[in-house]
């Protein structure tokens, strides 16, 4: 633990600063803003940058900064930041525990650690940035959101990309844990499976416990996260060097070794896939919903529009014809409409702002009986931000965009909470 108990975070990819507010809180004098820090945590840097760098782009960075203070979050390209550091013309405070959201992206190696300029991954991948920043800070943890395909991907060499990042991990002395969590799955307001993957240095104060038991109980996610055993585990070998892994794993199998639930210690790891434990209270979409006074009209759906909402929601099998004139059946279920409101919601995507009939938006009948799209304040409070987090003079389209690359705050919360009492 650092000096004064206090843990210190590295925020990277730091969008409106959903691993901020849920480790440190957010307190704010004369405001309603109000959420509870996950403990004795401090952000001390983030880094957040929209390519390709246009002011138009950089929303997310204005509302992080419009929350939590001007000069709070560095708006540079994370890859400049780092080669500045590398050159000593910048610098990165000293930090504890690294957090971040990062895309799923191919994460191949294009040349191993023994050349001369050390392992080199494809160009304007975030992964290697990560990697950096470990490599160059060496945190005591690391802690970081992913869509759950990445344990899946690339389709030509299943869960290689995910078997990478475990390999580099390795390969700088961290063991690892991963975990896909459904926000639902444990009472919050949105269906949503993100992979979590926690890794510390295996010099840290660490349990001594098995690999699986790690995983199903004694881990940081399992602690935080209760699941039971719903598969046998197997064992997966890794290799320390990222680029044989990148030439070699996964090739020609038809499914990914890795299941949902995992950890990793020098190279070998189990994984297994598993259930939910939890019998706690249970949001649903209609506890977000705004008063029928504070929807602006355009939200509402004008009744002449409902047919293209139905068919767009609804089932299909008809018969489609391709730009090249090739003729095929297209086929797709369908999609509840309106959303119902004694349920968690589906998934908010970035494409959720904007009038135009969609089949991935949310619509719902609200208490006036109107059928409408979610406000923003909703999209807000579906990812547990406090409602209006997100109103810092950007636009309801930015708004939407913020929040469907967003995470839900009470996960990463929890595990605040769990990684606190553990470094106490």
């Known amino acids: 633990m650092s000096q004064h108990s206090t843990i210190r975070v590295a ?4 969008g409106v600063g959903g691993f901020r507010l849920a480790l440190d809180g957010y307190e704010s004098l004369g405001h309603p803003l109000h959420s509870p820090a996950a403990g004795p945590f401090r952000t001390v840097w983030a880094n957040q940058w929209e390519p390709p760098g246009t002011a138009s782009k950089q929303f997310a960075w204005r509302c992080y900064e419009a929350r939590f203070g001007q000069g709070s979050c560095v708006n540079r390209s994370i890859s400049e930041v780092l080669d500045s550091c590398e050159a000593k013309t910048a610098a990165v405070p000293d930090f504890d525990l690294l957090v971040g959201g990062f895309p799923c ?3 191949s190696v294009a040349k191993p650690r023994g050349a001369a300029t050390g392992i080199e991954g494809k160009k304007g991948v975030l992964w290697w940035d990560i990697l950096r920043m ?16 990445l344990l899946k991907s690339p389709a030509s060499q299943r869960g290689r990309d995910f ?23 444990y009472g919050m307001p949105q269906r949503r499976r993100r992979v979590f993957l926690y890794a510390e240095r295996v010099d840290a104060p660490a349990v001594a416990d098995d690999l699986l038991q790690r995983a199903l109980s004694t881990g940081v996610l399992a602690a935080s996260f209760p699941v039971q055993a719903a598969s046998p585990a197997h064992r997966v070998s890794v290799s320390p060097d990222p680029y044989q892994v990148s030439q070699d794993f996964g090739k020609g199998a038809k499914v990914s070794p890795w299941l949902d639930a995992g950890a990793m210690r020098a190279g070998t790891a189990v994984t297994v896939k598993t259930t939910p434990c939890y019998d706690g209270p249970r949001a649903v979409l209609g506890d977000v919903l705004s008063p029928a006074d504070e929807v602006p009209p355009a ?11 139905v068919y767009l929601k609804g089932a299909k099998s008809e018969q489609r014809t391709s730009a090249n004139g090739f003729s095929y059946r297209y086929t797709e279920g369908g999609v509840a409409f309106p959303d119902p409101l004694d349920r968690p919601a589906r998934t908010i995507l970035t494409s959720e702002g904007g009038v135009s009939a969609s089949r991935t938006k949310h619509a719902v009948v609200d208490g006036a009986g109107r059928l409408r799209r979610l406000v923003p304040d909703e999209l807000d409070q579906l990812q547990m931000f406090p409602k209006g987090w997100t109103d810092v003079g950007i636009s309801d389209g930015q708004r939407a965009f913020c929040m469907g690359n967003a995470l839900v705050v009470g996960i990463p919360h929890r595990i605040g909470r769990t990684i606190a009492q553990r470094w106490r």
């Open 105 to 107: 992206q191919d994460y």
């Open 163 to 185: 078997a990478i990042i475990l390999s580099c991990l390795a390969a700088e002395g961290y063991q690892a844990e991963w975990r896909v969590i459904n926000a639902a799955d």
């Open 11 to 14: 925020e990277m990819f730091a």
């Open 299 to 309: 939200f509402l759906i004008d009744p002449s529009v409902r047919p293209r909402w």
């Open 134 to 149: 470990i490599a160059m800070k060496r945190p005591r943890a690391v802690l970081l959101e992913n869509v759950d395909r």
